[in-house]
């Protein structure tokens, strides 16, 4: 867009760093600084730049009208049950969080036990974790501020719907157990981060016990471990809470140790099930002292286990279900019987079995689609499950043990005509010929012209299946004639461990081409053409969208590079980064760097290039993928560029990574994000 005002220069130092001989320059440095003056500046005029850029189009304002108006529906979460009382999150359609209602019967309005919109007038102040006390008299949540992962553990007594005075801090990433009498709860905490280096916060975890009405400085550690201060812990519990299970970890991969002990003997030593990292370990349940565990280890699609617990340790070692060859992804304890979610083609089916493995049937789910969330009780008569596809709006569906029966429990209401619209599976080759899955939605009888702007969405990386998921945004892509694809990239597991592990590390290539083999196959297919086809991908996606930009900026139409990872010779040394090693690789290492410093998108700008349309996003408080790695790239990508389209970026105030994000933040999030692509693909008229 040669209309875009002058793009700005900026400031470089000499920074050079060696990495096991070879020197690397790092001019923007600086940029990495957040509560630098000049950095604040350069904020304040880089997304001054984008606000005149998008705010110069009338489709920003329709588009805004649009996206809250498809927004604008009932939404409820899946119910969950204590002694016999029903409890849901309900949004009425623009609320900027979910409401917590109870109700004695399924068919009741029920009614409203806590409000989380009060806690902030801009509504980002949110609840990101929750856990019932098992009498059902108390809820202990976690509330995040301005999408922060650190979280303040609040206790609402659900009697009177008051919070109790207890207050507990430093916690992240961490669940609640509670005790079988209510008087307290389990948790992972960290120190206080404020006395360590932002890099080193989320060290030294503790599993602590908390009892009602004490304060934090008395809970008691229960578990830490000193002399390996990256790992990280979390205490669980079986149905009964007879038996409390430990799961050491560390960084994102699925491998874990796993140990046990009585829940009324936590003074003895943990009894190991697992005491290595090989293979992932989750405990399903326990019956009759019998665990039931989900494990990868010499299963890379995934398999029950059984084992018998005792005060010596375990016995009789089984498996259940074997691996089958479709990913199994996870596995909960309903009625007594073994309810598995099983990935196939990347599309969810249910099935049951019971305790010794033997099948017991498929539940037929109403379309090709996924399970975004489940409640089950073990011994319960039902179980509720949240479905979604790319044209199903997130549902509740009930299923009935006594009728053997699945039934719509809550069904949201949008006006848009989805009968209009499809969704179709269809494989594609990547650059080494592996056969790679994309689901592509459109309206029906869509001209295949090379006419038609499509919107290319990906992740690839972490075990992240992208299966069928409902997005209400996409909504006004579509209705515009837009067409929206996702394809299965390796990096994933949608094909089990083989196809996670054929996408991170040195073969993290791999993910990049098949995403450029998804676009060269849209094109090859006369879906649209090269100047119609956008990307966009989020966070890891944002490393993938970094990285095909400068690999490939000839094949694009517009790029979106969202809340990203893009230095990768540095990432790993801020927040949460130093989990991520295992994915992608440390430059510490000579031969990762080798890889690393490759396909790092910040490393592979290229001068006098130029690049197709680009916007770049991030937040200010993301303290989850540092907003420093997208203000380095913005600022390169602006100084390499050859060409006159516009290199921008927006950078959004008290929103982080994404967590918790309120409904006004989202809408204002999307239609931005869309009218970039408007702009660009469509080709909209300025004002």
Known sequence: MSDLQPRRVTRRELVVDDYHGIKVADPYRWLEDDASAEVQKWIAEQHGDFENYVDGYDIRRTLKSRMTQLWSYAKCSVPHVAEGVYYAWRNDGLQNQPVLYR????????????DPNTLSEDGTVAVISRAFSPKGNYLAYGLSSSGSDWQTIKILDLRTKQNLPDTLLHMKFSNFTWLPDESGF????????????????????????????RDQSEDKIIHQDHENPKWNFNLSADNDKKWVFLSVSYGTLRRNQ?????????????LPISSDFVGGYDVVGVVNDTAYIFTQRDAPFGKVISAKLSENGISDMQTV????????????????????????????????????????????????????????????????????????????????????????????????PFEDYETVQEFYASKDGTRVPMFITRRKNLAKDGGNPTVLYGYGGYNINRVPKFSVQVLTWLEKGGIHAEPCLRGGAEYGEAWHRAGMLESKQNTFDDFIAAGEHLIAEKYTVKEKLGIMGRSNGGLLTGACVTQRPDLFGAVIVWVPVLDMLRYHRFTAGR???????????????????????????????????????????????????????????????GGENPILIRIEKAAGHGLGKPIGKLIDEQTDLYSFFFINLFNVPKI
């Open 321 to 416: 279900i074997p691996d089958r060859g479709e990913m199994l992804e996870y596995v909960r304890i309903a009625n007594n019987q073994l309810l598995c979610v099983v990935l196939r083609h990347a599309t969810h089916r249910l099935t049951l079995h019971d305790l010794s493995g033997a099948p017991s049937g498929e539940i037929e789910l109403p379309a090709l689609g996924s399970i975004q969330d489940i409640f089950t009780k073990q011994e319960g008569d039902e179980f509720f499950v949240q479905f979604s596809s790319f044209l199903y709006p997130d549902a509740i569906l009930r299923y009935d043990f006594k009728s053997a029966a699945l039934s719509n429990w809550f069904t949201p209401r949008i006006d848009f």
């Open 258 to 270: 796993l140990y046990f002990k009585l829940l009324e003997k936590l003074d003895t030593p943990w």
């Open 579 to 641: 989990n991520w090693t295992g994915e992608y690789g440390c430059a510490d290492d000579p031969e990762q760097f080798q890889f690393l410093y490759k396909f790092s998108p910040l490393h592979n700008v290229k001068m006098n290039t130029a690049y197709p349309p680009t916007l770049v996003m991030t937040a200010d408080t993301d303290d989850r993928v540092v907003p420093g790695q997208a203000r380095k790239f913005t600022a390169t990508m602006q100084a390499a560029d």
């Open 103 to 114: 109700f004695a019967a399924l068919d009741q309005e029920g009614e409203l036990v806590f």
């Open 186 to 213: 389990f948790y992972t905490r960290f120190p206080d981060p404020k006395a360590e280096a932002l890099a080193a916060s989320a060290l030294n975890a503790m599993v602590c016990l908390h009892i009602i009405g």
